[in-house]
């Protein structure tokens, strides 16, 4: 990173923890003022839904920190170049790419933090309102400029992409170099990696992060039994009914063992060279981590796994499967021909 760059980056990282230490200490300001069973979860049109113990207050302040752990080792990772991005440009367009990449990670943190004071002063107040209309504009905000983050580190690779000589490359060896691009990511014989590492970080990182939060929400299910009819219990809406609290983690119990067995087929053809079946391994594997965290998402949420979401699953799925195979009967049909 360049200087201008990881200046940035301080201001940002200093802006969210400030955040994070401002959400403490308004919360505790407010703690005794606070009825025993506040309000302390929100409906999208700002009127609250969940009333529950204090200690439920502390609850955006888990998100944040465990937001500002994450996002701060992840940009540690990626500034200090531990991980190999594998990017072939040169040094100027690493500085832009590198830095982006890092302000970028940087304002998602900032975003999430902003929506975690937000909260925290809603429920410092018992002011619901708060969660109406702000919130969604930071949110979506967020979004624009995680766009426009992404949209300009593709820029700066395409523009200071490090070009290969194919002056002296027959035509034949140019189409299969393209083949070997789309099919493993890269023009030479074997995947560089970085997405094998990344998918890797990715999948188990939200398996984690999300196993702690929902841990976390567990006590407060069903939602809104405040005569506590249905202890131990939770609203699984595919259901139509009050099931066992461990349910909601059906999603991540079915996938994960899933996940372990496609890291060790990715592993094992990396070590034989087969980048193909390791791409297409570490691209399930990452889509199962997504896909299940979205619906443990909403089954936390006693909401139902929809049928979009499970099509959408499916037909990525079955995309990246077609896919390999196509490029692959592309690739093996252009070796024969030579």
């Known amino acids: 990173m360049d200087r201008k760059g990881k200046a940035v980056h301080w201001v940002l990282l200093a802006l969210g923890w400030l955040g994070l230490v401002w959400e403490f200490v308004f ?30 207050g502390f609850y955006p302040h888990l ?4 937001t500002l752990v994450v996002i701060f080792a992840a940009t540690e990772v990626i500034r200090r170049e531990k991980l190999n991005l594998g990017l072939k440009i040169s040094e100027k367009g690493k500085r ?36 109406d209309t702000p919130p969604s504009v930071v949110l979506h905000t967020g979004i624009y400029v995680l766009f426009a983050g992404v949209m300009f580190q593709l820029a700066v690779n395409w523009k200071y992409k490090e070009k290969p000589q194919e002056a002296d490359l027959s035509d034949e060896e140019k189409r299969r170099r393209r083949l070997r691009f789309l099919l493993t990511g890269s023009t030479g014989n074997l995947n560089s990696g970085v997405f094998h590492r990344l998918s890797r970080y990715v999948s188990w990182i939200i398996v984690m992060m999300l196993t702690g939060i929902f841990l976390f929400c567990l006590e407060r299910l069903p939602i809104g039994d405040v005569a506590d009819e249905h202890h131990g219990k939770a609203w699984l809406d595919n259901l139509g009914g009050y099931y066992d609290k461990w349910l909601v983690f059906l999603p991540f119990i079915v996938s994960v063992p899933i996940m372990l067995i496609l890291e060790l087929l990715s592993v094992r053809a990396v070590k034989k060279g087969n980048a193909g079946p390791a791409l297409l391994f570490d691209r399930l594997k990452l889509l199962l981590a997504v896909f299940s965290g979205w619906w443990m998402l909403m089954l936390n949420s006693e909401l139902s796994v929809g049928a979009v979401s499970v099509i959408l699953y499916a037909a990525l799925t079955a995309g990246c499967i077609i896919s390999y195979f196509t490029s692959r009967k592309k690739l093996n049909s252009g070796e024969d021909k030579n």
């Open 27 to 56: 919360f505790l300001l407010h703690w005794s003022s606070l009825p025993e069973q506040p309000g302390i979860h929100f409906t999208p049109e700002g009127e609250f839904d969940v009333y529950a113990e204090k200690f439920y």
């Open 96 to 131: 832009l790419f590198l830095s982006s990449l890092v302000i970028t990670l940087d304002i998602a943190a900032l975003m999430i933090t902003v929506i975690g004071c937000l909260w925290v002063y809603a429920v410092s107040v018992q002011e619901p309102s708060v969660m």
């Open 63 to 66: 998100i944040t920190t465990v």
